[in-house]
């Protein structure tokens, strides 16, 4: 047996023997596991490139949006370094199909959306993907998203060399003018961050569980913006959702403002790949 794989089970306190220690699937960022004792099914998470806070701040994403009690997560059990490398142990989730399990993840993702932080943002630096973001609270949306998300991703792209040249001017044009199509004072929705198709799934039951969030408190509409953006979310869900918390006139003027930032994201994280998508954008707004 591995050697992080038993110090992770000490540190649950789980003694039973070990029946079975398997490679998944967890996408491209880490290592993933199921792990199995007499006792406990876990999910297990390792990355020998990240620091510890990576996996602390998506188990605190898990935490938060557990303590509303609105939408499904896995339980965190625990985040651990073992010979340098972080690791995060969850809960294992067993999938099952249900016809219904759309129309709950709308209504309860709404749910999630209607709880309130105090303030735009998050109290500490984060991460999307795995790249860094800076983070603060602050008291006006627009700000927060100028100063925090798309500069952030600006600056990163200048270092890396995919942000230059007139992208980078629109860019910065698009920043000054916000305000003609997002709201400064938006509801200060809890939100995912980071919900693409896969960043859910059909638990036990047919529930659906949020997975891997980078949380925030911003406009809701954000989050369903990115959720259109490499689809994965059917008509259903998008009925159920606006049947609890309804998107606004406005949403189809700024919705490619929120995919914005997650394009960036991709363009830093994949490179030009997502270069015109960007620039399409960009002309969009502000020619």
Avoid at 113 to 121: D, M, N, V
Avoid at 188 to 202: A, E, F, K, P, V
Wanted: charged share 25%; glycine share 10%; hydrophobic share 35%.
């Amino acid at each position: 047996m591995n050697n992080w794989v038993s110090k992770g089970l000490n540190h649950l306190g789980d003694d039973g023997e070990v029946v079975s220690v398997q490679l998944v699937s967890g996408g491209d960022i880490n290592e993933a596991y199921f792990i199995q004792t007499e006792n406990h099914e876990f999910f297990v998470k390792r990355n020998i490139e990240a620091d510890i806070a990576f996996f602390d701040f998506e188990a605190q994403g898990l935490k938060k949006i557990k303590s509303t009690n609105t939408i499904e997560v896995p339980d965190v059990y625990g985040v651990y370094e073992e010979s340098g490398i972080p690791m995060l142990w969850l809960e294992w989730i067993k999938r099952t199909k249900y016809k219904k399990t759309e129309d709950l993840l709308g209504e309860q993702l709404a749910s999630l959306h209607l709880c309130e932080g105090s303030g735009y943002g998050f109290e500490e630096n984060g991460f999307i993907g795995k790249l860094k973001q800076k983070n603060n609270v602050l008291d006006d949306w627009i700000t927060y998203y100028r100063d925090y998300r798309l500069y952030n991703q600006l600056e990163q792209g200048g270092l890396q060399g995919t942000i230059y040249g007139k992208r980078e001017r629109r860019l910065f044009a698009v920043m000054d003018k916000l305000d003609q199509w997002i709201p400064n004072n938006p509801k200060q929705s809890i939100l995912h961050g980071d919900l693409w198709g896969g960043n859910w799934l059909t638990g036990p039951n047919g529930v659906p569980y949020l997975i891997d969030p980078s949380i925030l408190y911003g406009d809701h509409e954000m989050e369903i913006a990115f959720t259109e953006l490499f689809g994965g979310f059917s008509n259903q869900f998008y009925g159920a959702y606006n049947s609890v918390f309804r998107l606004s006139d406005e949403y189809t003027d700024r919705k490619e403002l929120y995919q914005l930032y997650y394009l960036l994201v991709h363009l830093n994280m994949f490179g030009e790949a997502y270069g015109s998508a960007v620039d399409r954008i960009l002309i969009r707004y502000v020619g």
